[in-house]
C-alpha cells in the first residue's frame, strides 16, 4: 500500500513538474530567455491572436511583417499566422534545445516535423523581453551568438569525412540556417506583353 501511495505521489509531483516546465516564464521576468521568448509565440500562434503574436516579436519584425502584407497585398494576420516559423505547426509543443545568449542577441533550435529538421530561430533582447527576431536579420541588426548545434554537428562531419554534408550558408553578420516563413508570392501574371508574345512566336517558328 506505501509503494503504490509513493508511485501516486511520485506521478503527481512529475505532473506539476511538466506543466510548470511547459508554462513560459513572465516576459520580462528573471526566468526570461530565448526559451522562452519562444514558448510565449507558440502558445499565441495556437491561441490564433494576432496581437499576442505581434507582442511576441521585436518591433523590426513588426515592420518587416507590415511590409510583406502591403507587397503581396495579404492580410497582415496572415502574415503573423504561423508565427515566421513552421515550427508552430506542431499540435504539441516541440522540443527546444542549444540554448545560445551573446549579450542582447540569443538564438534556440527548436524542431521543426514537418521537415524532419532543427530550425534555428533569432532572437533579441528588446526593452528587457526576448522576442522573436526574423525582422532583425532583414533589417542587418541581427548578429547571431554562434553557430546552431545542428551546424556545429555539420560542420563536424564535413571535418572528419565521415559524412560530409553541405553546412548552411551564413550572411555578413553569421546567421545561418534562419527559417522564414515565407508569405506566398503572387501568382504571374497570364498577359503577356506585346514583346514577350513575339518572343514566344520567335521561339514557335524556331521549333
Same mark, same amino acid.
Given at each position: 500500500?506505501?509503494?503504490?501511495?509513493?508511485?501516486?505521489?511520485?506521478?503527481?509531483?512529475?505532473?506539476?513538474?511538466? /506543466?510548470?516546465?511547459?508554462?513560459? #516564464?513572465?516576459?520580462?521576468?528573471?526566468?526570461?530567455?530565448?526559451?522562452?521568448?519562444?514558448?510565449?509565440?507558440?502558445?499565441?500562434?495556437? &491561441?490564433?491572436?494576432?496581437?499576442?503574436?505581434?507582442?511576441?516579436? $521585436?518591433?523590426?519584425?513588426?515592420?518587416?511583417?507590415?511590409?510583406?502584407?502591403?507587397?503581396?497585398? %495579404?492580410?497582415?494576420?496572415?502574415?503573423?499566422?504561423?508565427?515566421? $516559423? !513552421?515550427? $508552430?505547426?506542431?499540435? @504539441?509543443?516541440?522540443?527546444?534545445?542549444?540554448?545560445?545568449?551573446?549579450?542582447?542577441?540569443? #538564438?534556440?533550435?527548436? =524542431? *521543426?516535423?514537418?521537415?524532419? @529538421? =532543427?530550425?534555428?530561430?533569432?532572437?533579441?533582447?528588446?526593452? *528587457?523581453? =526576448?522576442?522573436?527576431?526574423?525582422?532583425?536579420?532583414?533589417?542587418?541588426?541581427?548578429?547571431?551568438?554562434?553557430?546552431?548545434? @545542428?551546424?556545429?554537428? %555539420?560542420?563536424? /562531419?564535413?571535418? @572528419?569525412?565521415? +559524412?560530409?554534408?553541405?553546412?548552411?550558408? !551564413?550572411?555578413?553578420?553569421?546567421?545561418?540556417?534562419?527559417?522564414?516563413?515565407?508569405?506566398?508570392?503572387?501568382?504571374?501574371?497570364? *498577359?503577356?506583353?506585346?514583346?514577350?508574345? #513575339?518572343?514566344?512566336?520567335?521561339?514557335?517558328? +524556331? &521549333?
Amino acid at each position: 500500500m506505501l509503494r503504490i501511495l509513493l508511485c501516486l505521489f511520485a506521478l503527481v509531483l512529475g505532473g506539476m513538474a511538466f /506543466a510548470c516546465s511547459s508554462t513560459p #516564464a513572465a516576459p520580462g521576468s528573471a526566468g526570461d530567455n530565448p526559451t522562452e521568448a519562444y514558448k510565449r509565440l507558440y502558445a499565441a500562434v495556437k &491561441s490564433k491572436d494576432t496581437e499576442a503574436i505581434k507582442a511576441c516579436v $521585436t518591433k523590426a519584425t513588426e515592420q518587416f511583417a507590415a511590409a510583406t502584407a502591403e507587397k503581396y497585398q %495579404k492580410p497582415v494576420e496572415e502574415v503573423y499566422r504561423n508565427g515566421f $516559423t !513552421a515550427t $508552430t505547426f506542431a499540435d @504539441s509543443l516541440p522540443p527546444i534545445r542549444d540554448q545560445r545568449e551573446n549579450g542582447d542577441m540569443g #538564438a534556440v533550435e527548436v =524542431w *521543426n516535423a514537418k521537415s524532419s @529538421s =532543427w530550425e534555428d530561430l533569432p532572437f533579441i533582447k528588446e526593452d *528587457n523581453v =526576448w522576442k522573436l527576431a526574423v525582422g532583425d536579420i532583414f533589417k542587418g541588426s541581427y548578429k547571431s551568438p554562434g553557430p546552431g548545434r @545542428s551546424q556545429r554537428e %555539420k560542420m563536424a /562531419a564535413n571535418a @572528419s569525412g565521415e +559524412r560530409p554534408v553541405e553546412a548552411p550558408m !551564413a550572411n555578413a553578420n553569421g546567421n545561418a540556417n534562419i527559417h522564414i516563413e515565407r508569405v506566398p508570392m503572387p501568382a504571374a501574371n497570364e *498577359n503577356p506583353t506585346a514583346s514577350e508574345k #513575339a518572343k514566344r512566336q520567335q521561339a514557335n517558328d +524556331r &521549333s
